[in-house]
């Protein structure tokens, strides 16, 4: 069974960057509140829908996922 948990653990979840109606990238949180950049390089990259749903609701842009 150690076996089984050890192959579920390495499956890569898709990474993808959000994008704010402005095009910028978040960046992470700023003072409690997400940040965003125009530089792409700056972009955070996510894996995990719960983080996309909790930048959403800290912040009134709308926004877009793109797989990376």
Known sequence: MGRKLKKLREIK???YIILNEHCQVFCGLR????AFS?????AKPLTNDGQFRM???GTSFKLEKEYI
């Not at 003072?31 to 997400?34: A, D, I, K, V």
């Not at 125009?38 to 700056?42: A, K, L, R």
């Open 55 to 57: 930048v959403q609701y």
């Open 31 to 34: 003072s409690g509140y997400p």
């Open 13 to 15: 979840l898709p990474e």
């Open 38 to 42: 125009d530089n792409i390089e700056d």
